[in-house]
Every structure is written in C-alpha cells, then in structure tokens.
C-alpha cells in the first residue's frame, strides 16, 4: 500500500501540478556510497520504493556520503529555486536517540562538503520514527560559495547521535522536482485557464507563456500594437453558477506599459457569442492598470448591461484597448465565483472552526476626522507629516479608496505630485478593506480594543475608536464578514480587570456588539478574545486578577447586581510563544480558556525558522490543549519591518530595513502549510493593517517608485525582494489559506501564487538611458562595462551582484554625470573572486531617489586555488591547505564567534580544536568559504 501511495504521490506531482522530476539516485545500489563509518548497507526490507533502500547503522555523526559518477543537471534554474525542491524519503529507528546538536542535509558542485553547497539544517524537517518524506525548497537552502544546479556532484547528511547510541536509518529515491506545484482548486467556476491558445484569437497573434504566470502551467500572451488583445469564444456555454447581484469575476492581466494606452477600452462578456449583445461590459480605465501583473475583480451588479446576458450560458470574452504603441499584455485564469457569507441566520450557530480571521488594528487618523476635528496624524506620523517624522514602514496603495477622503501629506512622490493617506476613521476606509475580505473569502476580523484607548481622558481617542467599531459593524454585516472584540492586555495594571468589565458592558449596552448576526459566537457564545495574558510588566497584572476577568466572561459574577447574562462571552486567550513554561499560576488562567492563540510574530525570520517553530511550538502546544477540549489559533503573518519606527524613536539598533522579508509569499505560506498540515482548524491573520512593522496584508505599494521621495525615510513596497506581485497580492494568498482550510484546495508545497520577477519599470521614464551592459572575466576577476546615450536628472549607479540572479547585494557606486545629451562610458572591476556564477546588475539612481534596473548579465569564475579541510568531522585536529599561500584564515562558529585566525603564508596548516565545543564551523580563507564539524 505504501509503495503505491508513493508511486500515486509522484505520479500526481508530475502529471497533474505540472512538475519536472529529475532522479538523483534510485538507492538502488551502493555504488559511490560511503557511511562515515557507520555500517552501510543495501536493504530490501520494506524500502519506499523500488526494490530496496541504503541503510546506515552505528552511531557515528556522518550517515549518508554520495559522489556522483558525473554531475547532475537539475535543470533547475536561478530564478526558479521557489518552484523547486530536492526530495528524498528518510526512515529513522528512533529519533530520541538524536542529539540536540543540529545536523545538515548538504547538496554541492564541487565533488565534496562546504564548497559551492546548498545546505538544510536538520532541525528544520519534520522526522518521525518510520518513513518520512522529506521535502527540502530550494528557496530555503543555506548557501556557501556559489553550487551550480547544473552539475551537481555530492550530497552529504549527517545528525549527532546521543554518546553510546546506535540509530539505523535509510534513504531511498531521492530526486528534484521542479514545477509550479500550487494550490489546486477543487469546485471553483474557472471559465477559461488561460493555458492554452485554443478558442482565443486577437489583433496580435496569441501565444503560451510558460514562465510568466500567476497560476497553472502558463498564462496567454500577445505582443504589439493591436487593439483587441484578448477575445475568447467558448466551445460550449458555460455555466457561471453566480448571480448578478453578489457575483464577482476575477482574473490576472499583465501590461509592459500602460503609458501607451490610448482611448477608451473595454472588458466584456456575453452570452451571445459577439460583443455588444447580451453583455456585460466594464470600462479598462476603471480597473486602475500598473504596469506588470494586476489583479481584476468586475462586480456583475457594477457591469454596464446590454441586452439580457445569460450567465448560466456565457460564451464570449473580450478585452480590448486602443494604443499608441506596442505593448506586452498577458492573460491568467478566468474565475466566476459567488462570496459565500461568514455569518449565520442564527449567530449562536456559528463558530471559529474554520475561520481565516484577521487583526484588525483602524489606528490611522487624520487632521480633520472629529468634531471638533482630532488634529493629529494618528500612527503614521510622530508630529507633522514628513519624512523625519513617518512611523510606518509600509507604503498603502491608496488608487481603490475615494480620494477626495484622502488627505496630503507633507511628502511628494517622484513625479512631484502630494502624498496623500487614508483616516479608519470614514466609514469609506473600512467598507474598502472589508470588500477586499469578501473578494478573498476571508473571514473577518477581530477588532483590536488597546486598555489605554478606553481608559484615557483625550475624547479624540474615544471617539476614534468607537466610530472605527461602528464602520466594522457595517461594513461586516454589509459584506457578509464577521468581527469580535479583541482586548490588548500587554499594558494591563491593578485596575484593568474592572477596566474591561466596564468597558464590555458599555459596548454590549451601548454599541450593541453582541446583537448582531455578524458578531462572531463560538461554542454558543458571544467571542472575546483577551490578548497578552501573562504579558504585562506590571506587577498589578497578576495571574489572579487575569483569572478574574476570564471567569467573569464565562461564568458572571453573582454578588454584582448589575451583571446579566449578556455579557457572558466565550474566552481565547492571546498568549506568549513560551506559554507554557509560565508558572502554575498563569498555566491554571490558561486551562480556563475556551481557545488559545501564541503570538509568533517576530519568533522567526525564514521559512526554516517556520518549519522548526511548528516542530516544536505549535505541535507541543497543541498535544498540551487537545486533552483538556481547549482550541488552538495558531498566527501566521507575511514578513516584518520598523525601521521607520524605531528611527524615530531613536532605537537604531532595532532600526533594520526589511528584518523578515516576505521573499514573494513563500515565507507566508510555509507558515500556512504548516499550521494546517499540524491540524490547525482555526488561523489569525497578523495583521490586516499593520504597516507600522510590516506585517500588513492588506493592498499595498507595488513599486518603490510609488512611494514617497526626497527625504531620508524608507518605505518599504512590494518589489523590495524583486518580484512582481499586485497590491492585493497577500490577500491573494491569505484568501488560499482559508481555501485549503475549508477544503476547496490543496495545501500546496508551493506558494499558491507564482511570484515572477520584476520585468517592467514603475511607469514614469528612466533616469538613465542605458545603451549596453556587459561583463566580462579576466582570471578571477568581473569588468563590467557600460554607456549611456543620455542622462537626466541622474545620481548614480549602484553595481549590484548575487549568486542566484535573485538576491542582490550592492558592491559598489559610480556617479554619474547628473545631465547629459552625449554618450557616457563607464567601467568596474570586481575582484578577487573565488570560483563560481555571479549575476550583476546595475541600479540607475535619480536625483529624487527614484530608480531603475539594468537587465541581469552573468560570468562564471573558475579558480585553480583548491582548498581542503580534513578530517572532516573532526575530534582533536583540523589539517588545513590550499595551492596558494594562506594570507587571511579565520573560524567562527554558527553563531559568529571567531574561535581562530592567523595569516600563516604556508600552503599548509594544522589546527587544535580539541577544546572547542562541538558542532559547525564556518573557515574564511582567502575569500573562500569551508565548513567542518567538531565531534
């Protein structure tokens, strides 16, 4: 059975989600095997597949040592590692006799460990006793020196085994695959995948486009100046399955250019099999076009009507826009679907079972909100509205909301035009991010309610937040969303228990909270959520006043002769990730819970970080919680920054630009895996509007270039980590998780939605008119060249390189000539390099801070200085040579600590590392880069 789930599991890997399987070795056979001294041998007892499966015995560090015949061509791609995966299955007898001490999965190029090598840390996989499949991304690797993927030529595992122990474990048929693997989707209305050509036609010829795609195995797309670019005749009708008043379509359309738009264009659909009849037609320039990939939602209510178009019968797509120029427009699946509401007829029935829900902060105020008006900036500036003075990291992306409710800043964008932000204060803020929560099938949200929000004396804050309550009362019920009140309890003291008993009973009286059929019930109750239990420094916050305030909520208290049944709320508790290392005090508040939600924001930075975090938090939490009937809503959010934040508060240290970048929603989406592959059944969505840290999901700037300039603040925009994602491009993937939780898709290795790289500039021109870039090697050293025709307005140039084509580092500047109608060259030499693939680019800096890639060229370095590090692992003594003479030699341990350095200028040395601790070692020399590892 086993052997033909696995064959079944492939089988669908490479048919069905379009994968590229390349084997690495069959395990069935131990040629080029060695064991590190542990016993090596061929089994056919029971493998994963095939006829048997290598087996390791003993109790020494290294298990598996593989050499191949000849290396391996992945065909795996530097701008395809987040597609990409090594896999193997890996039995182990029993995993308590591992040590603590990390171990690596380690893949190289050059015949042995530590150089030009791909390596995972074992703490980052999922093992269990028996067989496992280990699924290792690409994207996660730790890097040394620069592997190439097409001539792969070692692996290596090894683990520390406990002093005296004895483990056997196996491997078999490892393998990579490669291919968009992302969600499937099970029951939705795909009109048409845009995959295939067939049935499209357009004034430019209609091609497949394999690479550049949001989902499936391709998008559609037409190159030139032609007007009509995509028109769709359907083989037979089809049937929407929506109505015209709740039902929505959505797709992806990309543009190279939207500054050759030229008149007014069109998106139809009819049911007539020709435009004009039957239709349903929305105007192009309604839909706010970038350039590069958009994402479209055409409301049918909001659709000019022709005739009486059928949408159980739909035949006809069209889209169509005038230009003055060629352009590159690109398709990707057509989808037709009808929001199903969150909410119940009878609140009492509904549950947090199966909810995607967000937190919802509505902190952000204006001037001129209030009466009288509030006068301030409320969380996007400490003062006024400048740069010096900015908190958030996160630029909005503000094209979707009324703009006559925005107000100017005193900051500009390039084009000299005012920046301008949006007050949660209108009503007109909260219903737009409510209806970007209908159109991704999210949930709702729970309403963050801060103790100094309500207990302060400034009015300007009370009224600020009970309006933004009242706006999510409304946009919720009119969107079909639900809300819960959610406490803030990490500044509580003596007094706030009363405090938030007072404040319970006034918005249950009052505003009405629990009333409504979009309020959220849980387990027959109104839901609270008590977030920071165990938080608070102050020492009035004990453990026995927080049990208080949760018995008060689920049982009342009797000798209060104002308490009513109505206030009773079923509890869930926002706790710290250690939780359950509190004391016993704090652990009995907890048993009182009804739900318990660990904060993780900030626990981990990298998709590894996640993998080890639901190892060994989220599981142990929920084993603890599954015995004693209490939920558990695991959070999950997309990245982190505060740079701004922290600047102004004068914290440099914390100052750090993009700390936990999002790397195009693969870090958001291991977490998501995770949690649900761990059986979570409910997951909080950190945060919807939290552009202070970065963690926000909501629409955002696309483009640096569509942030503000000119003074020293950063702002942080989709395109940092060099991908092309739509504003609501988080949404997108925050609505896939609640898809896979509610079983209306596959909890992908992929992140649902292919990131592509940036191929388009922002829309307004270059500062530089960049002729040539070329780079060429001399020994172990890059020139690149380069000259301009023209430059306006222009700084500098930023040499950038990277070993994967996808993360650049700056080496070096060049300034320019700021104005020139005359053709300028440029040179710069890049030395010193050890041997392997470098990527350059060039960054084109404007006087304004605006800027602009060169295209991406490569050279590939081959350094005749072989260095060899041995033995490796190592009890007593390292032996350390190298062709050339040792000039710099240094050794640090995984954490930085430097432990040896010297500048011998032997070829040869011999280091004592009997007293060093065990574990792995990084060796600097000469510019390269070696591991070993200390038994």
């Not at 131990?30 to 006829?51: H, I, Q, V």
């Not at 926002?574 to 290392?581: A, E, K, P, S």
């Not at 996640?610 to 997309?638: C, E, Q």
Request: glycine share 8%.
């Amino acid at each position: 059975m086993k052997k033909h789930f696995l064959l079944l599991f492939l089988t669908f890997i490479s048919s069905a989600l379009l994968a590229q399987v390349v084997l690495v070795d069959d395990c069935e056979s131990l040629s080029g095997w060695t064991g590190g001294g542990n016993t090596l041998s061929l089994d056919t007892n029971d493998p994963a597949e095939g006829l048997a499966s290598i087996k390791s015995e003993g109790g020494n560090t290294e298990r598996f040592r593989k050499n191949f015949i000849a290396p391996l061509n992945t065909g795996i791609a530097a701008n395809e590692l987040t597609i990409a995966y090594f896999q193997f299955s890996l039995y182990v007898s029993d995993i308590t006799k591992f040590s603590a001490s990390e171990g690596q999965f380690e893949l190289t190029s050059s015949g042995g460990p530590d150089t030009d090598e791909f390596n995972w840390s074992t703490g980052s996989v999922n093992l269990r006793n028996g067989w496992n499949n280990v699924t290792l991304r690409m994207s996660a690797a730790g890097k040394s020196g620069n592997p190439d993927l097409s001539a792969i030529n070692f692996f290596r595992y090894y683990k520390f085994i406990n002093t005296g122990e004895s483990v056997v474990i196996k491997i078999d048929n490892m393998r990579f695959s490669k291919g968009y693997t992302g969600s499937e989707l099970i029951g939705a209305h795909i009109f048409n995948a845009a995959d295939q050509p067939a049935g499209w036609s357009g004034t430019d010829p209609i091609q497949t486009d394999n690479t550049n795609k949001i989902l499936g195995s391709g998008s559609l797309t037409k190159t030139g100046p032609g007007t009509d670019w995509f028109v769709y005749n359907a083989a037979a009708p089809f049937n929407s399955t929506v109505s015209q008043q709740d039902g929505l379509i959505k797709f992806w359309l990309y543009v190279s250019d939207v500054s050759k738009f030229n008149g007014a264009g069109s998106i139809s659909f009819t049911s007539s099999g020709q435009q004009g009849t039957n239709e349903y037609k929305w105007n192009m320039a309604g839909q706010k076009l970038l350039n590069g990939w958009n994402h479209l939602f055409l409301r049918i209510s909001e659709a000019a009507v022709q005739g009486t178009p059928n949408l159980s019968a739909i035949n006809y797509f069209k889209i169509s826009q005038p230009l003055s120029g060629a352009i590159t427009a690109k398709i990707d699946e057509i989808e037709f679907f009808q929001p199903q509401p969150a909410t119940t007829t009878t609140p009492s029935l509904n549950t947090l079972n199966g909810k995607v829900m967000f937190g919802y902060q509505g902190w952000f105020g204006m001037p001129t909100d209030g009466q009288p008006a509030h006068n301030w900036w409320l969380h996007w500036f400490d003062g006024a509205p400048q740069h010096s003075t900015a908190t958030i990291d996160m630029w909005p992306y503000l094209a979707d909301y009324p703009q006559n409710d925005l107000q100017a800043t005193n900051m500009t964008y390039s084009d000299g035009s005012a920046a301008k932000l949006f007050s949660s204060y209108n009503y007109s803020t909260v219903d737009e991010h409510f209806k970007w929560m209908q159109e991704n099938e999210i949930d709702g949200v729970f309403q963050q309610r801060f103790l100094v929000n309500f207990t302060t004396t400034d009015s300007r804050v009370h009224r600020h937040f009970e309006r933004v309550i009242e706006n999510v009362q409304t946009a919720s019920s009119k969107y079909g969303r639900v809300y819960s009140i959610m406490y803030d309890l990490s500044g509580a003291n003596a007094t706030s228990t009363e405090a938030v008993i007072a404040d319970w009973k006034r918005l249950v009286d009052q505003m009405g909270v629990t009333s409504e059929s979009n309020y959220l019930w849980h387990k027959g109750k109104p839901l609270v959520a008590l977030w920071g239990l165990g938080l608070a420094s102050d020492p009035g916050a004990t453990a026995e006043r927080s049990e208080k305030l949760v018995r008060w909520f689920k049982f009342g208290d009797p000798t209060d002769p104002t308490d009513n049944p109505k206030y009773r709320a079923t509890v869930m508790g926002g706790l710290n990730d250690n939780w359950r290392t509190h004391s016993a005090a704090w652990l009995a508040v907890y048993d009182l819970l009804d739900a318990v939600s660990p904060w993780s924001v900030g626990r981990y930075g990298s998709e590894s970080g996640a993998n080890s975090f639901a190892i060994n938090t989220v599981r142990p939490d929920m084993a603890y919680l599954a015995p004693k009937g209490i939920d558990y809503m695991p959070v999950i959010f997309p990245g982190f920054s505060w740079f701004n934040l922290q600047t102004v508060r004068n914290n440099t240290a914390a100052a750090i630009k993009n700390s936990i970048p999002r790397n195009g929603g693969s870090f958001l989406w291991q977490q998501s895996q995770n949690v649900i592959n761990e059986g979570a059944q409910m997951i909080y969505l950190a945060m919807f509007d939290e552009v202070d840290e970065a963690t926000s999901f909501f629409k955002m700037a696309k483009f640096s270039n569509h942030t503000p300039k000119g003074g020293n603040t950063w702002f942080l925009s989709l395109d940092a980590d060099g991908y092309d994602l739509t504003p609501d491009w988080y949404l997108g993937i925050a609505g896939y998780t609640k898809k896979v939780l509610a079983g209306k898709a596959t909890n992908s290795l992929s992140v649902p939605l292919f990131p592509n790289p940036v191929t388009t500039d922002a829309g307004n021109a270059l500062p530089v008119t960049l002729m040539s870039f070329s780079a060429s090697k001399e020994v172990n050293s890059v020139q690149l060249k380069w000259q301009t025709s023209s430059e306006t307005n222009s700084s500098h140039f930023e040499i950038q390189r990277s070993a994967d084509a996808k993360n650049f580092t700056t080496i070096g500047r060049t300034e320019t000539n700021a104005s020139s109608l005359n053709a300028k060259n440029y040179t710069y030499n890049d030395t010193d390099l050890p041997s392997g693939t470098y990527y350059y680019r060039l960054k084109m800096v404007d006087l304004d801070q605006t800027s602009a890639y060169s295209r991406i060229t490569n050279v590939k370095i081959i350094s005749g200085d072989i260095v060899s590090v041995y033995p490796n692992p190592a009890s007593r003594k390292i032996t350390i040579s190298t062709d050339s003479k040792i000039t710099n030699l240094e050794i640090f341990n995984v954490l930085g600590r430097k432990f040896y350095s010297a500048k011998s200028q032997q070829n040869t040395t011999d280091i004592d590392v009997s007293s060093w601790p065990a574990g792995i070692y990084v060796i600097k020399l000469n510019g390269s880069e070696r591991k070993f590892v200390k038994q």
